[in-house]
């Protein structure tokens, strides 16, 4: 423990704190602007800056460790000032037309600049406006508003380790992208959405497609479905000042209906369905020595990280489609079949956490008829909470609706699909009884579940322990790629979420999520699971419905058909 | 008065190429009077001679030294030959002069400190001084001073050089380790210091050309000898780049105490053309500009402490009365506005405020609140800077508005009076 | 040489890219360093074409545009500029007839500017593919960019 004053007040804390971090123990706020919990701290912004008595020049609270003794003053007019100009400095080379921004009062400058009291800029504007980078189908970035914190730097080379972005040339002409100044493509980003998850103000967002959605909502000659996704409900609710960000599938129900969706059904069914292709594949690799271990498949920023950077270890994919495009492809084959419609007047929306989704939806692969996408369009979480603003729809008002059918009764186990962990606990919880032919005594996994960055399990299966692994965030899942490259990997079955966290901390999800925010998220997540009567998938009747009715069975020839796909390595 | 020379006693007087000339007037003899001290002992001599940073910063070499030796495991001597600062070459002219020189000193820090790796990060402008040294190194490595078993005994060192590729910032000590690793010279958050953990994360010893080269003599003539030259505030020789206006710009090695009028008459001959001294820029582009009635001071006067650069490398800029100060300020700040790494905003986004606003001044088209701003900036960009660059940048400014505010005064009055006229 | 033949030479590790993008800046009669050497190098060295962009656009002394067979630059510092009474800049802007950042036609000189070059005791002065030529006056520039032109020819 250590003694120091700040503001005149005395403070005691543990050895090793930053000023920043002992200071917000005795609630005295220093702002921040650069500084992102679980990022690296790079104290390029300088807003912190406090006083040091004895020390020259003003020093950043976030990177100076206190120590005993020190006595900092964090509000003297001296502080003030300098975070104002800094502020105003910053201000003078950002697009700061706030008002026709996403970002406008959700921005971490325009907070930092009210609360500074910011009401003249003294120094005129010096942006040199750069063209927007528009070109792929997930992620639109906006340089005029960058303001170079480097968090999306950060997030992108460390925590995912693609190293897409990158801080190019100097000085005032420094910016921040990827190499020769170039569009994100898909031969390099997995579009994973990260970068734009921290951004603090509108320089990179996911490219917004509600205005499509409203079109289509209000074209009397299609017919409009949306399927909304696991890890959504549970964070949604963080964007309409809901406690720990869950919203009922009844009210997201009610809502979707209110913004005049017709049919609103649940990709958690397709995650059922996802758990037998892929548990059905699983043990015919195990049985028949196919290739081992086997990979899942439904994480899109996963996908392309594969095929982008890992091309030889593509046959260890399983070859099942995501949920997301199961979907798709129901809808547009046994959905319009049954219903007598033709598929190209059918239009799928999916809400998904996920940026890289809007970019699988767009793969060649997944086009069922004609040239029509089988998923027409993908919104994010903050996209629907958009829509949801747009419409002024009062969740506290509204009733209760259950989804609807036939792809609206689902399990526990699909909810677990937004976990890291979660693809691997719903499946094990199938694959194990339907190989043990016995029922599993404890259903929850713990061992898979929570935030560390690679997890492992041992399953016992026809009386031969098999281990498998789970990884979250594209740097863990490097280090188990390079595994099976070695010819090392000790696992039977992976499961990889590119984001960290998973889906419930993908890239499309509310802004502000860090470690904290992912715990409710995952609590949450488990919270439905164990509230549900049916918590494994092939315990779901609707799923095996729709096998005895269109599907034959798990891995069938129509099933392979419709649900399974391919890779391809690029360049 | 006259030049103390130490360091550059043998310039001229050997031929740099030859290991054989330095061998013969006693070079290397130091290390090997080093090499049977303990670390402990040349520490304390170092400790003794009272001798800080040559390059600008005046840490005292021999703390460096004392956190380095109590390391172990890898560990890396670093030169910084980055010599950007306007106005200095005393750099160029040691390595170019006297390689060996350096070589040596870095020996006897290294053999104190216990590293065994070192590295020379010289500016690629710097071409004849990177010849120079890779010659040098390989001769000595010839002659057994580098590589295994060092003057046959159990002491390994190797040295390498390393081009900079145009960025001053460089000269900053992380921006220079970064780049030493093959990234861009943005500098680090501190702490850890180098000697924690400077290049590839190792603890590091990292000295100016000037420092490393002084340590033969220190440990030659003793530290306490050495401490004996100079003043009371710092001890021993400094050289001095004196360049512009002056009769004789040049190289000059002078004890600490003499004053900078002294070097620009005696040693410089005073201002060419008959013209008068209004203006001296110390340090470089970096330090203060101080008027004419201040040169009685010591090169070492405390009295910059308040602008926290003192007299920075050694450079004495020495500006006559034909040319303006505001554009002496533009190009300095438009030098700084283009040398800034971009890392941390008010040193990124201050450095081009400040151009646009002197450019007023330059165009006589100011007013009292762009001096106020100026003023202002000036202040935030010194306080909260990431690094050296930032920190030092604004000196010119908050020093003219001290010594010469009647400029900016009048600047702001013909302004006025032009806006009156039109 | 080949670049391939350059990359060689290091140790395939980070810390030798500034010392590769020099040498083959050098090696090249237009001086810069093209997108397909980029991703050569960042195959050699294992890192990613963004890191060597970012350290590449990073330095002055590199390019990523083609320049001239001769580069040219001037120094801008203050110890030189109070020594210049005749505008070494705009001297050499009217004999090779473009401004500064241009290439001239013949593609034999690039004309920049740089930082302090430490010749301020022999000042004014710039550099020739980083040969320093220093106490300029318009005649020893002229007679210098003949030199440059008739090795040429």
């Not at chain 1, 079109?215 to 963080?238: C, F, N, T, W």
Request: aromatic fraction near 8%; proline fraction near 4%.
């Amino acid at each position: 423990m250590m003694n120091a004053m700040i503001n005149n007040v005395s403070v005691e804390v543990e050895d090793g704190l930053t000023i920043l971090e002992a200071a917000r123990k005795y609630n005295i706020n220093i702002p921040t602007l650069c500084h992102y919990p679980e990022l690296h701290i790079n104290s390029d912004c300088r807003i912190c800056s406090v006083e040091i008595d004895g020390r020259k020049g003003l020093k950043t609270a976030c990177s100076t460790p206190i120590k005993d003794g020190m006595n900092i003053i964090t509000n003297s007019p001296r502080v003030l000032n300098a975070r104002k100009t800094i502020t105003e400095l910053i201000l003078a080379n950002h697009d700061a037309n706030c008002t026709a921004c996403t970002r406008n009062l959700n921005c971490e400058l325009q907070s930092l600049a009210k609360n500074l009291g910011i009401d003249i800029n003294r120094f005129p504007s010096v942006l040199e406006r750069k063209p927007l980078d528009l070109l792929n189908p997930s992620l639109v970035r906006n340089s005029n508003r960058c303001i170079k914190c480097g968090r999306c730097v950060d997030v992108c080379k460390n925590v995912q380790a693609m190293h897409v972005l990158e801080t190019m040339h100097r000085g005032h002409e420094m910016t921040v992208g990827p190499a020769f100044d170039e569009p994100l493509n898909d031969q390099t980003c997995t579009f994973c959405g990260q970068c734009a998850n921290v951004c603090p103000v509108g320089a990179i967002m996911e490219k917004d497609n509600t205005d499509v959605v409203w079109e289509k909502l209000h074209d009397p000659s299609v017919y409009v479905m949306v399927q909304i996704a696991p890890a959504v409900r549970v964070a949604i609710g963080e964007t309409l000042d809901h406690e720990n960000g869950l919203i009922s599938n009844g009210k997201l129900v009610s809502a979707l209906r209110h913004l005049g969706f017709d049919h609103i059904y649940d990709t958690n069914f397709t995650a059922d369905l996802t758990i037998m292709e892929e548990g059905t594949e699983l043990i015919d690799r195990i049985m028949n020595g196919g290739v081992l271990p086997m990979m899942t498949s439904c994480c899109p920023g996963w996908i392309n990280f594969a095929e982008q950077r890992h091309p030889n270890i593509i046959d260890h994919i399983s070859s099942c489609k995501s949920p997301q495009q199961m979907f798709g492809t129901l809808a547009k084959t046994y959905y319009a079949d049954k219903s007598n419609i033709d598929s190209r007047d059918i239009y799928v929306v999916s809400v998904m956490p996920c940026t890289a989704k809007k970019y699988e939806a767009t793969r060649k692969e997944f086009r069922s008829f004609y040239d029509i996408p089988d998923v027409d369009i993908v919104l994010t979480t903050r996209e629907l909470s958009k829509m949801f603003r747009q419409m002024g729809v009062d969740f506290d008002l509204i009733k209760e609706e259950p989804f609807d059918n036939p792809f609206g009764i689902t399990t526990g186990a699909a909810q677990l699909f937004g976990a890291s962990g979660g693809v691997m606990e719903a499946a094990l919880r199938t694959v194990y009884e339907i190989v043990n032919k016995k029922p599993l005594v404890d259903i929850n996994f713990e061992s898979v579940r929570g935030l560390q960055g690679i997890k492992e399990a041992t399953v016992d299966l026809g009386g031969k322990e098999i281990k498998v692994a789970v990884s979250n965030g594209l740097a863990n899942t490097k280090t188990l790629v390079e595994q099976i490259e070695a010819g090392t990997s000790p696992y039977t079955f992976i499961e990889i979420m590119a984001c960290p966290g998973g889906c419930i901390g993908g890239g499309g999800q509310p802004y502000g999520t860090t470690n904290d925010v992912r715990e409710a998220r995952l609590a949450s997540t488990y919270f439905i699971d164990e509230e549900m009567v049916c918590r494994k998938s092939h315990e779901n009747e609707m799923i095996l419905a729709l096998y005895e009715d269109y599907l034959d069975e798990p891995n069938s020839e129509q099933a392979h058909h419709l649900l399974h796909t391919y890779y391809e390595a690029r360049k | 008065m006259k030049e103390h020379k130490l360091l550059t006693k043998r310039f001229g007087e050997i031929d740099p190429f030859s290991i054989e000339d330095f061998v013969n007037v006693g070079g290397y003899e130091t290390l090997k009077k080093a090499m049977k001290m303990t670390s402990e002992e040349i520490i304390y001599e170092v400790e003794a001679s009272r001798i800080t940073g040559r390059g600008g910063a005046n840490f005292p070499t021999y703390m460096k030294m004392r956190a380095m030796s109590k390391e172990t495991g890898d560990m890396y001597l670093v030169c910084n030959a980055d010599e950007g600062e306007p106005g200095n070459f005393k750099d160029k002219h040691l390595m170019e002069k006297d390689p060996h020189q350096l070589i040596e000193g870095m020996l006897i820090s290294a053999y104190a400190v216990g590293a065994n790796r070192g590295y020379i990060y010289i500016r690629g402008e710097y071409q004849s001084a990177v010849y120079l040294l890779e010659h040098a190194i390989n001769e000595a490595r010839k002659h057994g001073y580098l590589g295994q078993d060092i003057c046959g005994k159990d002491f390994h060192f190797d040295l390498e050089v390393r081009q900079g590729a145009g960025a001053y910032v460089c000269g900053e000590e992380f921006a220079l380790l970064e780049s030493i690793e093959g990234k861009p010279g943005r500098t680090r958050v501190k702490p850890p210091f180098p000697t924690e953990a400077g290049l590839f994360m190792k603890p590091t010893l990292i000295n100016n050309v000037e420092t490393f080269s002084t340590l033969p003599h220190i440990i030659e003539m003793s530290g306490e000898e050495y401490g004996k030259l100079g003043s009371s505030f710092a001890s021993g020789t400094k050289l001095i780049s004196l360049s512009g206006n002056v009769k004789h710009k040049g190289l000059y090695e002078v004890e600490y105490g003499t004053t900078i009028r002294q070097v620009i008459e005696e040693l410089g001959g005073g201002v060419s053309n008959g013209q008068k001294i209004n203006m001296v820029q110390l340090g470089g582009a970096c330090g203060p500009i101080i008027p004419e009635h201040l040169l009685d001071m010591d090169i070492d006067n405390e009295r910059f402490e308040i602008f926290n650069s003192k007299m920075g490398a050694g450079a004495i800029i020495v500006i006559d009365d034909r040319f303006d100060l505001f554009e002496i300020l533009l190009r300095t700040m438009t030098f700084f506005a283009h040398e800034s790494c971009g890392k941390c905003a008010p040193c990124r986004e201050g450095h081009i405020q400040i151009v646009k606003l002197l450019q007023k001044f330059y165009d006589t088209k100011v007013t009292y609140k762009d001096y106020e701003s100026l003023v202002s900036l000036a202040n935030v960009i010194h306080e909260t800077a990431l690094c050296g660059l930032g920190q030092t940048s604004t000196t010119s400014i908050l020093a003219t508005v001290e010594f010469f505010q009647y400029y900016y005064q009048q600047r702001i009055r013909q302004s006025e009076r032009r806006e009156w006229a039109l | 040489m080949q670049i391939i033949d350059v990359l060689k030479k290091y140790p395939a590790s980070q810390t030798s890219l500034l010392e590769i993008l020099l040498e083959i800046d050098r090696l090249k009669d237009n001086h810069y360093i093209s997108k397909e050497e980029v991703h050569m190098i960042s195959e050699y060295l294992g890192v990613r074409t963004s890191h060597v962009y970012s350290v590449l656009t990073f330095y002055t002394l590199l390019s990523t545009e083609p320049r001239g067979k001769h580069i040219i630059q001037v120094c801008k510092d203050i110890p030189c500029y109070v020594n210049d009474a005749f505008d070494v800049r705009k001297t050499l802007e009217k004999m090779l007839n473009m401004s500064v950042g241009q290439t001239s036609r013949d593609g034999l000189f690039t004309l920049e500017e740089t930082a302090c070059i430490g010749c301020c005791d022999e000042a004014p002065a710039m550099l020739i593919d980083l040969e320093p030529y220093t106490n300029l006056t318009r005649d020893k520039i002229e007679r210098i960019l003949a030199s440059y032109r008739e090795v040429t020819l």
